[in-house]
């Protein structure tokens, strides 16, 4: 079992930056893919960023790449997801995830409970 506690979400204004953590516990927290979701109000779920276990290897959806960036400490079990430039668009509640390799939340077995992110004009 791995278990996931987002932080960082708030209101911040467009243009601006913000940075989302999560801390993975568990007796394999440091072995397992990890990434972020995120929902806006009204739509489905969707991909954000994803960070493999082993090299790190990074992936983007078309919507965040340049703008975001994933990274993981792995001594503290901590993802993180830097958030440049935001603008409305961005609003949402964001989700990390581990324990799977997937741009569909199906591919995903452990989800935290989310974070809200308001950007406003």
């Known amino acids: 079992q791995v278990q996931l506690v987002e932080s960082g979400g708030g209101l911040v204004q467009a243009g601006t930056s913000l940075r989302l953590s999560c801390v993975a516990s568990?007796?394999?927290?440091?072995?397992?893919?990890m990434g972020w979701f995120r929902q806006a109000p009204g739509k489905e779920r969707t991909f954000v960023a994803s960070?493999?276990?082993?090299?790190?290897?990074?992936y983007y959806s078309d919507s965040v790449k340049g703008r975001f960036t994933v990274s993981r400490d792995s001594a503290k079990n901590t993802l993180y997801l830097l958030m440049n430039s935001v603008g409305p668009e961005d609003t949402a509640v964001y989700y990390c995830?581990?324990?799977?390799?997937?741009?569909?939340?199906?591919?995903?077995?452990?989800w935290g409970q989310g974070t809200q992110v308001t950007v406003f004009s």
């Open positions: 995830v581990a324990g799977g390799w997937s741009s569909s939340e199906s591919g995903w077995t452990y």
């Open positions: 568990g007796r394999t927290s440091s072995h397992v893919n």
């Open positions: 960070v493999t276990s082993g090299d790190s290897a990074t």
